[in-house]
């Protein structure tokens, strides 16, 4: 018995199964994305592959992809090749990367409610399930970022879009939207 029940935790931490002694902190998470992720989201609501699979037969549902998007290496050589490895994620997503870091600089912040407020038509009551890859601190972020920002029906989904390949579904392949430039100093 002992072995099935442990069996059963390896398998929820390998899919990326939310935990419920993990505290939700006061703040973002800054640091150590990829590591195991509270149960729920304060003011928001936390679904899994089937409840996201009926939120999506329902329609009109904005999935939003955080992951960090690959960057070129600094101090690489402008004529050397490099080839980033290609994001797949849930069809119809938009992917907003890096939105979900713990810190966002004030005009990434701004840029990040742009988007939010493109994407819905400046509906607040406009459903959005942000997601990143299972364990994904990130996600976590963004959602309560969102929440934050006035929107009422935020959903997170913990199992991200490894969870959702595992599930059997299909993924596809994305493009991030462009990030604004970065300023240098204040």
């Not at 640091?31 to 939120?55: E, I, K, N, S």
């Not at 290496?73 to 907003?96: C, E, K, N, T, Y």
């Not at 509906?123 to 929107?151: Q, T």
């Amino acid at each position: 018995m002992r072995g099935a029940v442990l069996g059963m935790v390896v398998a929820g931490f390998l899919s990326g199964a939310a935990y419920a002694g993990v505290p939700e902190p006061r703040d973002y998470r800054q640091d150590d994305y990829r590591a195991p992720v509270p149960a729920t989201v304060a003011g928001g609501r936390v679904v899994h592959t089937r409840a996201l699979r009926a939120l999506l037969a329902r329609g009109s549902v904005l999935l939003i992809d955080v992951l960090p998007a690959p960057r070129r290496p600094a101090g690489m050589r402008p004529d050397q090749p490099w080839m980033p490895v290609a994001r797949r994620d849930i069809p119809g997503s938009l992917w907003l990367p890096d939105v979900g870091r713990g810190a966002l600089a004030p005009d990434f912040d701004q840029w990040f409610r742009e988007r939010l407020v493109q994407a819905t038509a400046g509906d607040e009551g406009h459903p959005m399930v942000f997601y990143c890859l299972s364990r994904c601190w990130m996600s976590w972020n963004a959602a309560k970022r969102a929440i934050g920002y006035g929107y009422r029906r935020v959903f997170w989904y913990p199992d991200g879009s490894d969870g959702w390949a595992q599930a059997g579904l299909s993924l596809t392949e994305a493009q991030p939207e462009p990030r604004p430039p970065e300023k240098d100093g204040p």
